[in-house]
């Protein structure tokens, strides 16, 4: 019998072969219908409910366009079916619960003592991210438990990658080492694998400068209590002038550590006293992030406030006497610094003054210090550059005449040849023996080289209550310097090598104060040439890879008084950019580049992480509350929900009076103590004065336009004031 086909039975029909897909017909998918119907993945969700045909258009379906309503897909994209969507919105309720299962881990798992530290950190207000960092990188009671990869870099908020704007070749600081380490990227010094590259297995590079710790055998033997009426607890102080050589110390050089602590220990007061002592610990209050509340100067019970209060009736007592002495003049520099960050800095500005009338007096700017013994010369001569470099920073940034024309004749001595005039602070890192320097003389002596350069640009440009005197020959001049002073850096902070929060801040004020001068040479009505364009697109990019570079390696919750301005210059340029504000009188070349949709999510990104870095720095002084809030409220809403979604674990909600946030980022601004002319590094119209960027006069317009507001009831799109970007709509 025959068979047909394939030969797979008598009783089997022939198959017929399939005819040829009609033309035009690939685009279509699987699944088309006789009538030519697409069958899609997944519905939008109104034709769901209707159990309509839906054809999937983006962003309405025909069906939705027809009727007249809202058109909502639950799905990403065309692709997503509704079981895929359901599987990753599941996953990300996990993610969003893991930190809290974290943090339940760790009370379990924890000491009574540590269970109960995280417990006050829970009450005190802090986040459940800040609560497990703090956890894991030892913070809470300094622990030695971090294991070496707990914490090999932060992650940036809302974007992850570093953008591409500053992904250039010329970037230098792409090939350091610590970026190379924290991007666990190739070796690119030409060493064939990582074990040969310096730096390798550098815990410096490894792990955030906070989670280490001080190496001081002199701390365990002083009685530092003896010297304030403030407390008793020896422990809680040594732990306080840890924070203060730790965060302060290096980038203000008030006083020699090595001299102060050893009259601590013995009770001598030569070097040491009760007014620098608790000055010094009134300092470390804020920096001391086992203390609540410690931005807030103003409140009694604070440790803060009762150091400074007993630091403000001794020098009462010292300030009466006719001779001076060293301690006094070095616990005026402190007294300064605790005031400027306070938002007080004509208090600061007064204790300078003193400060520089009595150095006046004690000769100690002369060639011999005014004395004839070699150590106390030695201090002297410190001290002197430690108040020079302070006064320095201040009017520069002040945009004010400096207080003195010239530094001290005491020539400063090369680190390597004499460390012991600056002194080494040494660190040991969770888990590690290995004691790690951190090039202290070469910090400080950077530092006092760059401020005697601020010092003598100020002098020149500046003069009070007057526009300053900038030409381009003045400003080729001062950069030439700048650049002269930066290529001659030592090897510890070269830029392959940075890594330290110390090193990353002095190239920050490089970079800084190139793009301050070309600003300053612009509001002299100087047009940018191409040039010109070049050298501030330049400094723009390395500037922003060193931020986002001292965020990785360290994150912004540390005490930073310098770090928070360049947060605000940064966040108040990016801003500009993304509000189109920007032109020639901003200075910036950036200005003239398309904005492309990746470029303004790759500028959002740089604001959030700004606005990010002042909130955090708002935990430990007052000014940057201040700054915080003024960045925050020029922000546009959609914007603001997202800093706040990525400094808080849940998203903002109102409280029952209204408008007050639920996530601590709206507390008083306590404005009555605002006594400041410091200048916020923010782009104001042409023809507005130096004193409308004091921020004593934005917190006054600040509150004209909450009180206005509020009366009023008037709407963001129908105001037509903003007292800190005037040309801002």
């Known amino acids: 019998m ?31 219908s006789s009538r030519g119907r697409r069958q899609v993945t997944a519905a939008c969700e109104a034709c769901r409910k209707r159990k309509s045909k839906c054809n999937a258009a983006r962003p309405k379906c025909d069906l939705c366009v027809r009727h007249g309503t809202d058109c909502r897909y639950a799905t990403t994209g065309p692709a997503e079916t509704h079981s895929q969507a359901l599987k ?21 798992t924890k ?17 459940v991210g800040s609560i497990i960092r703090h956890a894991k990188d030892g913070d809470l009671l300094i622990q030695l438990s971090l294991a070496p990869e707990a914490r090999r870099r932060y992650e940036f908020p809302y974007i992850s990658e570093m ?28 060493f064939a694998n990582d074990s040969h590259r310096e730096g390798y297995g550098d815990d410096r590079y490894l792990k955030p400068y906070h989670a280490a710790q001080l190496v001081e055998p002199n701390f365990s033997s002083i009685n530092i209590s003896r010297w304030t009426n403030v407390t008793s607890d020896d422990n809680l102080c040594r732990r306080l002038l840890n924070a203060y050589l730790y965060y302060q110390h290096p980038w203000t050089a008030a006083f020699h550590m090595d001299y102060f602590l050893k009259d601590m220990a013995r009770g001598r007061t030569r070097f040491c006293s009760s007014l620098l002592v608790n000055a010094v610990l009134a300092a470390a209050c804020q920096m001391s992030r086992e203390l609540p509340d410690r931005s807030k100067f103003w409140v009694p019970q604070t440790l803060g406030y009762q150091f400074s209060a007993e630091a403000k009736m001794l020098w009462e007592i010292e300030s009466q006497k006719t001779t001076s002495s060293l301690t006094t003049i070095q616990s005026a520099i402190v007294l300064s610094i605790v005031s400027i960050t306070a938002a007080m800095d004509k208090v600061g500005t007064s204790y300078l003054l003193q400060a520089f009338a009595m150095a006046t007096n004690m000769d100690i700017f002369s060639p011999t210090c005014g004395t004839d013994n070699e150590k106390m010369r030695r201090a002297r001569a410190f001290t002197a550059w430690g108040l020079f470099c302070w006064g320095a920073w201040q009017r520069f940034y002040f945009s004010r005449r400096p207080y003195v024309k010239d530094p001290p004749a005491y020539p400063l001595p090369d680190p390597l040849l004499d460390p012991k005039f600056y002194g080494e602070v040494w660190l040991r890192y969770p888990l590690s023996q290995t004691l ?9 002596k950077a530092n006092l080289e760059l401020r005697a350069l601020m010092n003598d640009m100020a002098w020149e440009l500046f003069e009070d209550d007057k526009p300053p005197h900038m030409s381009v020959e003045k400003a080729l001049e001062c950069k030439s310097r700048l650049d002269a002073w930066f290529v001659n850096l030592p090897e510890p902070l070269m830029p392959t090598k940075i890594v330290l929060p110390d090193h990353i801040k002095i190239h920050l004020e490089y970079y800084g104060t190139i793009i301050s001068l070309v600003r300053l040479l612009v509001q002299s009505g100087t047009p940018l040439d191409l040039t010109w364009q070049n050298i501030i697109s330049h400094a723009e990019v390395r500037l922003e890879t060193l931020v986002r570079l001292y965020y990785l390696r360290h994150s912004f919750e540390s005490y930073d008084p310098l770090l928070m301005h360049w947060l605000m210059f940064l966040g108040d340029t990016i801003l500009l950019k993304l509000d189109g504000g920007l032109n020639s ?13 990746a470029n303004s999510e790759s500028l959002r990104s740089t604001l959030i992480l700004c606005a990010k870095g002042l909130y955090d720095q708002s935990r430990n002084f007052h000014i940057a509350v201040l700054l915080y809030r003024l960045l925050r409220d020029r922000m546009k809403a959609n914007d603001v929900d997202l800093l706040r ?61 909450s009180l206005d507001r509020n009366v009023e009831d008037v709407s963001e799109t129908s105001s037509s004031v903003d007292p800190v970007s005037p040309h801002r709509p």
């Not at 992904?167 to 690119?188: C, G, H, I, K, M």
């Not at 790690?436 to 400080?444: D, E, K, Q, R, W």
């Open 585 to 597: 009188a901003g200075a910036l070349a950036a200005a003239t580049m398309p904005t492309t949709l």
């Open 436 to 444: 790690f320097p951190t090039n202290l003389g070469c910090v400080i």
């Open 2 to 32: 025959e068979h047909e086909g394939d030969g797979s039975g008598p009783n089997k029909r022939r198959l017929v072969p399939l005819a040829p897909a009609p033309a035009g017909a690939s685009g279509r998918g699987v699944g088309t």
């Open 163 to 190: 953008p591409a704007s500053i992904l250039v070749p010329d970037n230098l600081y792409l090939r350091s080492f610590v970026y190379e380490t924290t991007f666990r990227a190739p070796p690119s010094h030409g």
């Open 111 to 127: 000491s009574e003592t540590e269970s109960l530290e995280i417990l006050r950190r829970i009450r005190s207000g802090n986040d």
């Open 88 to 108: 990753r919105k599941h996953s990300e309720l996990q993610n969003r619960f893991t930190p809290y299962e974290e943090l339940f881990d760790l009370l379990k």
């Open 645 to 705: 979604t990525h400094i808080f674990t849940s998203t903002s909600t109102s409280s029952s009076s209204g408008g007050s946030s639920a996530n601590g980022d709206d507390e008083p601004l306590m404005t009555q103590y605002v006594q400041a002319q410091w200048l916020a590094p923010i782009l104001t119209r042409e023809g507005d004065s130096t004193a409308q960027r004091t921020l004593d006069y934005l917190l006054r317009e600040y509150e004209k336009l």
